[in-house]
């Protein structure tokens, strides 16, 4: 069972396919899939994120490959009114993704989310290193990854849905995430 995580402004509940309704009316604008993975389809079919909710990450879950929760505001914690989502998966160089919707963007929501889910990543599944690729272009991304610690440590040639772009990949070890966090570096605004 995945935990329901907690920031100071957010509730992180554990993904379920109810949230598929309302993750299809925020998730699919071109602002937002734009540097993710070529696999997301588009044009966005209208049970895109049904289809993928089940027969990908409900499984993945349930095989203990993915961790993956919705992001509900704590003033507005309603079931169907998640505002984004963050997911970590076992592997070697991409473990976690995010996207957050537009109007809630620019706040540092998402980045209070990745304190909490590395936490998760590094305390409670006892995972040594986490590992993102992100587009070069994807300024927003990679100010978060420079907020929370993590280090670039290569680049390569990725596909997106916007095409080839050339990518970073950036990591933290758990002893750089706990050294930072016993610290008390703070990146929440
Ligand atoms: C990436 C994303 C999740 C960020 O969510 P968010 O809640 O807006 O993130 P935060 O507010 O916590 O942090 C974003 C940081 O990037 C900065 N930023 C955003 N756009 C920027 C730009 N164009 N130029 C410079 N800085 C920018 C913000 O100012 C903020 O940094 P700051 O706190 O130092 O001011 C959101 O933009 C999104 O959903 N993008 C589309 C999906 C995506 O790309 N996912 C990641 C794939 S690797």
Not at 8 to 26: F, H, K, M, N, V
Not at 48 to 57: H, K, N, Q
Request: aromatic residues 10%.
């Amino acid at each position: 069972m995945t935990n329901v995580l907690e920031t100071p402004r957010l509730i992180l509940c554990p993904l379920q396919i109810e949230d598929a309704a309302r993750t299809q009316e925020i998730f699919p604008h071109w602002e937002i899939v734009k540097h993710l993975n070529a696999i997301v389809p588009w044009p966005y079919p209208a049970d895109g994120v049904l289809t993928y909710y089940r027969d990908m990450a409900l499984p993945a879950i349930a095989r203990r490959d993915e961790w993956y929760w919705t992001l509900r505001l704590k003033e507005s914690p309603e079931q169907h009114k998640h505002i984004g989502a963050i997911h970590l998966r076992r592997g070697p160089n991409n473990n976690r993704g995010f996207w957050m919707g537009i109007p809630w963007q620019g706040r540092g929501l998402m980045t209070e989310a990745v304190e909490a889910v590395n936490d998760y990543w590094f305390d409670v599944l006892g995972m040594n290193v986490l590992r993102v690729p992100k587009a070069v272009d994807n300024v927003a991304s990679r100010r978060i990854s420079e907020k929370t610690g993590m280090r670039m440590v290569g680049t390569e040639m990725r596909d997106y849905v916007s095409g080839q772009l050339l990518s970073e990949i950036w990591e933290i070890t758990a002893e750089e995430w706990r050294a930072r966090r016993n610290f008390g570096a703070k990146s929440t605004k």
